[in-house]
């Protein structure tokens, strides 16, 4: 299944609201996590199962989407949320990430 | 606090091969599927391969079927991929990651270890 994110770069200001898209080859049932990669980082589990957050996430990174379209919200974007996010399915195997999209501050 | 690090990477010409460690601490290693996950040079992110909790189960995506080998020791809480017949592709940097109770999301990662495959 292959996952395409979309835009692959965002340049926001602080505090915007922003939103990043992830769109399934196929339905994948809601089996959809987000993950964030700060320079030079290993990944962070942000939210598995669609929209469930793992802890220690802030609140203000939130998931939602059904069937094919996915997407990841961040309220009040901060300066620490400069990263990479990438999306991965886990409907079918292969696990399966999509290239990411690449946040940045105005 | 959970703790995954790796080890053994570095330079490898194409078809020898190289094994790679994780070293697992905070939490009770077998009770967890444990993955290797791994990172081409600018590139998105691409699992690898799974390990069941008790090691009875393995998974591999299809590029490295039978080159490719990951195995655990409960015993040392230690994670491994043997790497064989390297190829030019298999560049990246390689993390160890924990799966999230028995699903298949990666709960913790490793800082990862560089692999390098070049004449």
């Known amino acids: 299944i292959q996952l395409t994110q979309s835009p692959s770069l965002l340049s926001a200001s602080v505090g915007d609201r922003v939103t990043l898209s992830c769109k399934g080859s196929?339905?994948?049932?809601?089996?959809l996590a987000w993950y964030q990669q700060k320079l030079g980082e290993a990944p962070k589990l942000l939210i598995y199962n669609t929209n469930s957050l793992q802890t220690g996430i802030p609140s203000r990174f939130s998931g939602s989407g059904s069937g094919t379209q996915y997407s990841l919200k961040i309220n009040s974007l901060q300066s620490e949320d400069v990263s990479i996010y990438f999306c991965?399915?886990?409907?079918?195997?292969?696990?399966?990430f999509g290239s990411g999209t690449k946040l940045e501050i105005k | 606090e959970v703790q995954l690090v790796e080890s053994g990477g570095g330079l490898v010409q194409p078809g020898r091969s190289m094994k790679l460690s994780c070293a697992a601490s905070g939490f009770t290693f077998n009770n967890y599927d444990m993955a290797w996950v791994c990172q081409a040079p600018k590139k998105g992110l691409e699992w690898v391969a799974t390990?069941?909790?008790?090691?009875?189960?393995?998974y591999y995506r299809d590029s490295v079927k039978g080159r490719f080998t990951i195995s655990r020791d409960n015993a040392k809480s230690s994670l491994y991929l043997q790497m064989n017949s390297l190829k030019s592709e298999d560049t990246a940097t390689y993390y160890c990651?924990?799966?999230?109770?028995?699903?298949?999301?990666?709960?913790?990662w490793g800082q990862g270890t560089l692999v390098t495959v070049s004449s």
């Open positions: 196929q339905n994948i049932n809601n089996y």
């Open positions: 990651a924990r799966h999230r109770g028995s699903s298949n999301w990666f709960a913790y």
């Open positions: 390990i069941s909790y008790d090691g009875s189960s393995t």
């Open positions: 991965q399915q886990n409907y079918d195997s292969p696990l399966t």
